[in-house]
Structure formats: C-alpha cells, structure tokens
C-alpha cells in the first residue's frame, strides 16, 4: 500500500493498493511505481497508467517531474508525455541501468541516477563482468566516464545531486578506493579523495556527497591513539565524534526541521551500544568546530528520511510489534503514520547481553511458557553473511528465532567479530582468518551464555544457518563436535566458488592463497552435518 501524507498539513490518504515500488521527484508533486510489471504516474491531473513495451523495473521521475525513465529487458528507457523512447539498450546480453549482481558488497544498490536539472542520467553498462559508467544525454549524445577500470574495476558508490556526479572507485584488493567528481561535459573524473585500509575499504552508506559549502563529505574511519570508529569527514575534517559508529547519512537538513544550521546532516549512527541505532545532527558547516546533537532517546532502532524542512522518522523496538512511522514538518510533528501496537505481554522478550573479553553481542530466547528449571535443547542461529548483526533492539529481528523458540527451542543468537555496528577493528579482523575467529567466538560465547542461563543444555546444541550461516553451522559441527553435537547448513558457502569480490575481501585472490581457502573448506564433515538446498520446515531436538 503507498500512502500520500501532506507535511504542511498532516493528512494523509492512500493512493495505491499493491506496489512494488515507488520513487517521488523533488517536491513530491509527482510520484511513480509500478505494479505487477505496470507503470503508474499520479500527479495533480490524477493517476495514470502508462504504456510501457513490457514489464518496468527501477522507475523513476526526473527531480523536475517532467519524465519518468525506467528499467525494461536490459534497456534504459525514458517516457515523456504520451511518448516513450528507448535510451539505452544493445543486444548480446549487455544489460543497461541494471545494479550488477556484486554492486550492494560496495554499498550501490542502482544502476543509474538522474541529472539535478533532469536533462541527463548518469548510467552503468554491464557486458558479462565489465562495469562501465556512461553519461547519456536526453537528446542521444552520450560520454563515457573515464577512470583507470584496470587498476580500480570495482563501481562503488554513485551519487549525482547539487555539485555534479560523485563515484567511488576501489581496486581489486578493495584496499585502496578514489573519490572521483565526473565532469558532465566530458566525462572525465578528478580525485577529491583517497580511501585506503590494509584489510579493505568500508564506505559509510550515504557517502560521497557535496555539502552546502561546496566540500565532498566522505566516510571513514579512525583507527589510532585508542580511537576505533566510522566516521565522516569533508575534504580532510573530521565532523563526527570517534565515540560514533557512523552507519548512514540520511541526508541534508533544512534550517527548521532540526533545530539547526542550514545544510546540516541528518545520520544513523550507534553510540556505544550495537543494538541500537539512534538519529544525529551534524553541523556541516566550517564554523564553530565539531557540534553533534543526538535527537532520538528512546530505546531501539531509528531511521530517517529527509528532504528540506520534512523528515519521516521510524522506530522499531523490542516494545511494538510494527515500526512507529512520524512525520514531522518545520520542526514540528505533523503526523503519525502508523498505530502504535505494544507487543502483548505473553510474547517473550530475548535477553541481550554482550559476554567474553570482547564483549560479543548476543541474545537468548527462551519458549513460550517456559518453566525455569526445565532443561532446554539450543538452537544456534548464524548469520546469512559475515556482516549481518542478528542482534537488535527491534522486534522483527526475532522473527525467525521466535518461530524455533515456539517447536521448543532455546535459541541463541551471536554476534561475533566480523558483524558491523561494534568498531571497524571488530569487523575486519576476520580478514583471512574468518573460520577461526567465528568458530571461536561462537564456542567461547555458548560457554558463557550457558552459565548465565542454566536452563540450556549444552549437550544437545545444533548450529543452524543459510548462506554463510550454513557453512558455519557446518564447520562449527566438524571442529567443535563436544559443543555442537549437530548442525543444518542450509546452501553453505564454498569459499572457492563464490563471487570474486566477496570471497577476496576476506580470503585474498584464490590463485595467492590458495591455503587459506583450504583452511576454509567444508571437508570431512561428520554424520551429524545435514545439507538442505531448502529452508528445513522443522528441526528436531
């Protein structure tokens, strides 16, 4: 369902049943989606479908309203008024417009953005796993945008707003990026900043972008004189605190809608305490030094959209069942998009703690109605990736745990090293070294875990997990048998066969360290190991 709210006004009144999704210009005049493959425009004349050669992906309206460009069978198309042309598109599998399949592990989740002024639209081409980045006029001219791809393959980030194109470019190794702006003329690029890290770079989501004042604000992070920290600077000053763990920038802020200077950044960030995210402002500007003011202090997970004088804030927590959505105009809130729904008394709540020297994120959920003193079977839950932080204050997050809490299972969740949102040290000390720090952490976690909850029987442990998760269900089956006794590996990662980029950020290229792979490898695993190629529907004590 997509929901129209008024800021000014505070109403609100829905537009569109079923949407798969959707995308507004510059003032929220014009909105776009699609639905079912169809796509629909609404502006103040009303709604209307329009005719598209096929099924539509990734539509968008130009920042002006004026056109809309879409994504169909690997092309780029632009509709105008009643007409409809092609862009972009080649035959032979060269795919237009589209994020290719390694783009969201550089923190790029599209294929192409429009000029600011809507004349344009900065674009990538993809033939087999060559990445290019075009620019292509409305009229047919186009340019290519010229880097060095030999030496930095890898497209990261891509951002064109006020200021002109920004893209991030990062080398194989992913240990060394570029900052470059892009000249619309000509395509050629001008380094605004390097990024380096001897393991590999983490852009922070959001980054690069111009500031008010004409600078380039990229994330980073500090890693010396006891500091350990994500955080964004602009053209070499530091803007945010090394206490921050800088996750996203939402964006710029009017000067009423915070409080605040004109230009100053709305950010995610965690501030000492991983499982929860809260909401920041951050003075942009070159006078009066560092100034960062947190606008959110209530327990859990916040989010943000922004654009001028509106931001819409989310809230999710251990204490709803639904995110809390608020709009808020000039300051001020204007509306409340969804009903609060307290999570009822009955439901039972998982215990956070952080345990070990290393103080490991972690959360244990006990069955409904269950009876302390009872000894219970655990269910070890594993992440799908080496980033992905299980460990939350946010209700939804428990999902899946809930439901193997429910067939008698005490889960346990852990966060160890490799997981973001603790410190840039803590994510990357896996590197090339993965296996042995994930299944110590785990092992060493169970222990601690088990002598704070009594109830949990460690004798009968089975790991569980899908993707990554899978393969170190596995491996913690195979090297740990006294503290896992069994293990469900639902499509368990080979290390050998995953993309290129993935598995080199962690193990290196497999032609130099081929012994790492090895240690990584699924072999001799015992009987008590079961492969699914499909999510199990039961797992038996």
């Given at each position: 369902?997509?929901?129209?709210?008024?800021?000014?006004?505070?109403?609100?009144?829905?537009?569109?049943?079923?949407?798969?999704?959707?995308?507004?210009?510059?003032?929220?005049?014009?909105?776009?989606?699609?639905?079912?493959?169809?796509?629909?425009?609404?502006?103040?004349?009303?709604?209307?479908?329009?005719?598209?050669?096929?099924?539509?992906?990734?539509?968008?309206?130009?920042?002006?309203?004026?056109?809309?460009?879409?994504?169909?069978?690997?092309?780029?198309?632009?509709?105008?008024?009643?007409?409809?042309?092609?862009?972009?598109?080649?035959?032979?599998?060269?795919?237009?417009?589209?994020?290719?399949?390694?783009?969201?592990?550089?923190?790029?989740?599209?294929?192409?953005?429009?000029?600011?002024?809507?004349?344009?639209?900065?674009?990538?081409?993809?033939?087999?796993?060559?990445?290019?980045?075009?620019?292509?006029?409305?009229?047919?001219?186009?340019?290519?945008?010229?880097?060095?791809?030999?030496?930095?393959?890898?497209?990261?980030?891509?951002?064109?707003?006020?200021?002109?194109?920004?893209?991030?470019?990062?080398?194989?190794?992913?240990?060394?990026?570029?900052?470059?702006?892009?000249?619309?003329?000509?395509?050629?690029?001008?380094?605004?900043?390097?990024?380096?890290?001897?393991?590999?770079?983490?852009?922070?989501?959001?980054?690069?972008?111009?500031?008010?004042?004409?600078?380039?604000?990229?994330?980073?992070?500090?890693?010396?004189?006891?500091?350990?920290?994500?955080?964004?600077?602009?053209?070499?000053?530091?803007?945010?605190?090394?206490?921050?763990?800088?996750?996203?920038?939402?964006?710029?802020?009017?000067?009423?809608?915070?409080?605040?200077?004109?230009?100053?950044?709305?950010?995610?960030?965690?501030?000492?305490?991983?499982?929860?995210?809260?909401?920041?402002?951050?003075?942009?500007?070159?006078?009066?030094?560092?100034?960062?003011?947190?606008?959110?202090?209530?327990?859990?997970?916040?989010?943000?959209?922004?654009?001028?004088?509106?931001?819409?804030?989310?809230?999710?927590?251990?204490?709803?069942?639904?995110?809390?959505?608020?709009?808020?105009?000039?300051?001020?809130?204007?509306?409340?998009?969804?009903?609060?729904?307290?999570?009822?008394?009955?439901?039972?709540?998982?215990?956070?703690?952080?345990?070990?020297?290393?103080?490991?994120?972690?959360?244990?959920?006990?069955?409904?109605?269950?009876?302390?003193?009872?000894?219970?079977?655990?269910?070890?839950?594993?992440?799908?990736?080496?980033?992905?932080?299980?460990?939350?204050?946010?209700?939804?997050?428990?999902?899946?745990?809930?439901?193997?809490?429910?067939?008698?299972?005490?889960?346990?969740?852990v966060d160890g090293r490799g997981t973001v949102g603790v410190s840039p040290s803590f994510e990357k000390v896996t590197h090339r070294r993965v296996a042995d720090l994930a299944v110590a952490d785990h092992a060493e976690a169970l222990r601690i875990i088990a002598d704070k909850h009594s109830d949990l029987d460690l004798?009968?442990?089975?790991?569980?997990?899908?993707?990554?998760?899978?393969?170190?269900?596995?491996?913690?089956?195979?090297?740990?048998?006294?503290?896992?006794?069994?293990?469900?590996?639902?499509?368990?990662?080979?290390?050998?066969?995953?993309?290129?980029?993935?598995?080199?950020?962690?193990?290196?290229?497999?032609?130099?360290?081929?012994?790492?792979?090895?240690?990584?490898?699924?072999?001799?695993?015992?009987?008590?190991?079961?492969?699914?190629?499909?999510?199990?529907?039961?797992?038996?004590?």
């Open positions: 369902m997509l929901d129209v709210c008024e800021p000014a006004s505070g109403r609100s009144h829905t537009v569109a049943e079923a949407v798969d999704d959707f995308a507004f210009d510059r003032t929220g005049a014009v909105v776009v989606w699609a639905s079912g493959g169809r796509l629909h425009r609404r502006d103040a004349d009303g709604t209307a479908v329009l005719p598209t050669p096929g099924p539509v992906l990734a539509a968008r309206p130009d920042p002006t309203g004026r056109r809309i460009a879409y994504l169909h069978d690997g092309a780029l198309r632009v509709a105008t008024g009643g007409e409809d042309e092609l862009l972009a598109g080649e035959p032979d599998g060269v795919r237009w417009g589209e994020a290719d399949p390694h783009a969201s592990w550089f923190g790029r989740h599209n294929g192409w953005w429009w000029a600011p002024d809507g004349e344009s639209i900065l674009a990538t081409r993809r033939s087999g796993d060559q990445v290019s980045l075009h620019l292509l006029d409305l009229d047919g001219g186009w340019v290519d945008v010229h880097w060095d791809r030999e030496i930095y393959p890898y497209l990261g980030m891509v951002r064109w707003a006020d200021g002109g194109p920004l893209i991030t470019a990062l080398r194989r190794s992913q240990g060394h990026g570029l900052v470059l702006a892009v000249d619309r003329r000509t395509g050629e690029t001008q380094v605004h900043a390097e990024l380096a890290d001897p393991r590999w770079v983490n852009p922070i989501a959001g980054t690069p972008r111009h500031l008010a004042d004409g600078r380039v604000l990229v994330g980073g992070e500090i890693s010396h004189d006891g500091y350990d920290a994500r955080c964004l600077f602009a053209d070499g000053t530091l803007l945010t605190p090394p206490n921050l763990y800088v996750r996203r920038v939402v964006g710029r802020l009017g000067p009423g809608s915070a409080g605040g200077e004109l230009g100053d950044l709305l950010i995610e960030a965690s501030e000492g305490e991983p499982a929860e995210q809260h909401l920041f402002r951050v003075r942009s500007s070159t006078s009066g030094g560092m100034v960062v003011h947190r606008l959110t202090s209530q327990p859990g997970w916040h989010s943000a959209a922004c654009g001028g004088d509106t931001v819409v804030t989310g809230l999710r927590s251990l204490d709803d069942e639904d995110a809390q959505l608020t709009v808020w105009f000039a300051g001020n809130q204007v509306a409340e998009l969804t009903p609060r729904r307290p999570v009822p008394a009955t439901t039972n709540r998982p215990a956070l703690d952080r345990v070990t020297d290393r103080r490991l994120p972690t959360a244990v959920l006990y069955p409904p109605g269950h009876v302390f003193g009872r000894r219970l079977p655990v269910l070890l839950c594993l992440p799908d990736t080496p980033t992905q932080q299980q460990v939350r204050n946010d209700h939804d997050a428990f999902t899946a745990a809930r439901h193997w809490a429910e067939a008698g299972f005490a889960v346990v969740m004798t009968r442990v089975t790991a569980y997990g899908r993707g990554f998760g899978g393969w170190l269900a596995a491996l913690l089956a195979a090297r740990r048998p006294e503290t896992v006794r069994a293990a469900v590996a639902v499509e368990p990662w080979d290390w050998a066969l995953l993309p290129t980029p993935l598995a080199e950020r962690y193990l290196g290229p497999q032609e130099l360290d081929s012994e790492i792979y090895a240690r990584h490898a699924l072999d001799d695993l015992p009987p008590t190991v079961i492969i699914q190629e499909t999510e199990p529907a039961e797992i038996r004590s």
